[in-house]
């Protein structure tokens, strides 16, 4: 079993940074694949940004390219988003999110920090 707790969010202003943080649980994290989703009031859940388990590899759609950088670090358990210049269409709940590499999806969800920005 995985926990994920996320913590960083809050009120910005357009052009701001804010890094969100995911602690994850469990002995098992350098296997887990991890991910930051978001969603906006109205719509529908938006992929972020992703990390494969050993960091070698990290992706973002167009949306946050460039401004977005996921991170994490496998001996604390912990996994980051550093968000750069940020937009009011960045405001969402952003959730942490975990998989190990054979899985299919994303079976691990964290309860979602609130990020604001404002113009």
């Known amino acids: 079993q995985v926990q994920l707790v996320e913590s960083g969010g809050g009120l910005v202003q357009a052009g701001g940074s804010l890094r969100l943080s995911c602690a994850a649980s469990?002995?098992?994290?350098?296997?887990?694949?991890m991910g930051w989703f978001r969603q906006a009031p109205g719509k529908e859940r938006e992929f972020v940004a992703s990390i494969t388990y050993i960091g070698a590899s990290t992706y973002y759609p167009d949306s946050v390219k460039g401004r977005f950088t996921i991170s994490r670090d496998n001996a604390k358990n912990m996994v980051y988003l550093q968000m750069n210049n940020l937009k009011p269409e960045d405001t969402a709940v952003y959730y942490c999110a975990a998989r190990f590499a054979s899985a299919p999806r994303y079976d691990y969800w964290g309860q979602g920090t609130q990020v604001t920005v404002s113009s």
């Open positions: 469990g002995r098992t994290f350098s296997s887990l694949n």
